[in-house]
Every structure is written in structure tokens, then in C-alpha cells.
């Protein structure tokens, strides 16, 4: 393991992990400090939300994971949930500055370019009855490679996508420096005005989407807007539904967005 020092923060750089959440979890518990980054060259056991497998090949992309830990009663523990809306945007800044802004947003935190997945985002958290006490930010975001699994058929990569090639120093960096004034805007002003900025890069908001329920039931809207707290309004048969982000998967029409 080695210790580096990006835009303030100090990341500890492990060249294999089974999952950098759980690393930044363990680390968490014991006190780490807020904007600590737990980097990986490799998982071998990444995941995404709901316990999803996350490919993190060595050279592919980059795979870490950011510790927050707010003053204590800074943060309600039901407002946590938000903190993946900044990490998508921030992603989504930080490579739209080196790509001609090709990324989207798809709701709620996959990054896309072209209508292919190249980053995800998920959070997982310990709070107490005064609040959040802290919460581990994981993210991968692929920026090599053409040749994903067939199980895989909607993933792409920054280079697949723009013909850019990034390092995964140089995101990480570029990520920090945004991901540092959107959170100190969220602490501030809460979702409001992440939600604003996300709005005009969303790859959702406006289309016809299929919403995959937990039992596997699926059924079709309109994406129409966001809530204040981030849920998803659809338009279905003349009803709005509000969806959550930890209940659903909402997908396009014919292919992944
Ligand atoms: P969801 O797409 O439902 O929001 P996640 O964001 O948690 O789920 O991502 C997990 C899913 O992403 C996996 O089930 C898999 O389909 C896909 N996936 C796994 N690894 C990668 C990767 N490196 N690039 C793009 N998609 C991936």
C-alpha cells in the first residue's frame, strides 16, 4: 500500500482489494477522517447497489472508494441517500471537462456516454439517532478498454466512447477538486441545487422508461422530473409514481437508457 496526497486528500493506494467499500468501511470504523480515498488497481470482489458484482479489471479504469464524515448532527441519516447525486455529478464534471461534455446522467447515479454504463456510484452507511456519522462513497468509472464481458452488453468506456485516454490519477484528481465544492454546496444548501446541475446532463429526465421493480415487474412511462429528496417522477397510464433510487431500476425503451 502506498500513501499519496490529491487535491487535499489523502488516498491510500492498494494494488489488489476485494472491494475498496470494504476497505474504506473498515478503515471507517476506526476513525479514519473525512475525505480519506481508498484507491484500487484491481477488485476482485467489486460491487455495485443491491450487492450487484462490478467488474474492476487491473488498467481498466478507476475503482475507489471516498470516506465522509460529517461533524456529528450535521447530517440526518435520511439524507445520505443524496450523497451519490454528488458523486455523479462531480464524476460527471470532472470527465465532461476532458471529453467535450459527452457524459449523461442516468438516474440515479450511473454515468453514461453514448446510452453505454461507464461509471456507477453507491454509498453505504453507520449513523446514529443524532445522524449520519459516516458514509463510504464508491465508485467505478471504466476509462479503457472495448472488449467488456458478454454479460456486460451495455458497458463502454471513456475510450470506447471519445477515443480519450485518462489516467486514473488524473480522474481521481480532477474528481476530488469537484466533488469538494459540490459537497460543501450540499452541506450548505442541501439536493436543491445538485439536483439544478444534474438536470440538464440527465439522460432520463423527458424519455419513455421501463421501470424494473424488485419482484421483477416491470412497467413504462414518462420520466417527468425529480423530487426535492431525489426520487423519480414517471408518468404511467396517466398516474405519477414517485420512485426511490434504492427500490428501482429504471432502463430506456429498447436499450440501457
Ligand atoms: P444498476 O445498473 O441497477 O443501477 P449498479 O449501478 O449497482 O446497478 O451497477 C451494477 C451493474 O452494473 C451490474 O449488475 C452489471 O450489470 C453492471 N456492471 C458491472 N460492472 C460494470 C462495469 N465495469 N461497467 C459497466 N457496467 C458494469
Redesign the pocket.
Known sequence: METMFFAGHKVLRFPVLDSTNIQAKHLAREGEAHGTVILADEQTCGR???N?????RPGY?AWFTMIIRPEMGRVRAEQTAGLVFVAALAMAQALNQQTDGAVRIKWP??LVIHGR?IC?A?CEMSATTEGLEWAVLGI?V?LRGRD?PAD?PW?GSVESETATILSAEETLHRFLICFDELYALWLADGLSPILRAISPLSATLGRQVRVIQPDGKIFTGRALRMQDDGALVVESAGIEQVLRAGDV?VRGMMDYI
Open positions: 455495485g447497489r443491491l450487484r458484482k462490478w467488474l474492476s479504469g447515479n450511473d454504463k456507477g453507491m467505478g471504466n467488456f456486460l458497458a431500476s
